[in-house]
């Protein structure tokens, strides 16, 4: 119950990453709103965790949208009051070499990676000013310096959320607000199976060629990302703030 008394809102949390953070986050004793696109899928895990005994709303927002970026900030502080954390997870990450890559596919990912946490900040940022005190958590990527060559909208994304990062943990400081970024390694999503399945692949094919990779011999799960979310949304890291946390296994340690 690290997490009691606490209000957070996760982007994303409907599959994935997301869902794992925002399952962990409300055995830990956080009261959530978490969001999504897809209002059937929110809809199932907001009911099967508040069956638990958990405080849960899911409010479906696409956050390549503005206006949907505040209406999530603002819904979450209509119920409960305040907003304590934020954890700006939503992303997508299309496979297109930047020679194939275009505008339209360019916009989208830093619509959804960049201007939606930008905006989701920015509305929470107002709350947590008011309030001295906040926590936002960025998921980030180990291809924000570089990626992959099939990633390099992804990429661009990413940085430019790092950069975010910084920035707020630097000039919010003085509010008592944090924020902190999350180096995910691998996570087997659902969109990272089905893309080998389409390449003729299985998840047997997908575990051995990721295990074989990383340093401590195995992939991660949402459930790691969901407990360094843990400790960055809770009291134990008053004084972690602008940091990386890499949850990757050990991957592209210089």
Known sequence: MRLKDKVVVVTGATKGIGRGIAEILAQEGAS?????????EGETLARKLREAGNRVEFFRADISQTKECYALIDKAVEIYGRIDGLVNNAGIFPYFEIMETTE?????????NTKGPFFTSQRALKYMMRQKSGSIVNIGSTHWEVGSKE???YAVSKGALHTLT???AHHF?????RCNWITVGWVFSPGEISRVEKDGHDLNWLKERASSSMPLGKVQTPEDMA??????????????TGTDIK?????HIP
Not at 173 to 177: E, N, P
Not at 227 to 240: K, P, T
């Open 173 to 177: 400081a003085g509010f008592g607000i």
């Open 247 to 251: 949850v990757n296994g050990g991957l």
């Open 104 to 112: 339209e596919t360019f916009d989208a990912v830093l619509a959804t």
């Open 166 to 168: 910084r920035h707020v």
């Open 32 to 40: 959530l709103v978490i969001s999504g696109r897809n209002f059937e």
């Open 227 to 240: 407990y360094a979310c843990v400790f960055l949304l809770s009291d134990e890291s008053s004084q972690v």
């Open 151 to 153: 990633l390099p909208a």
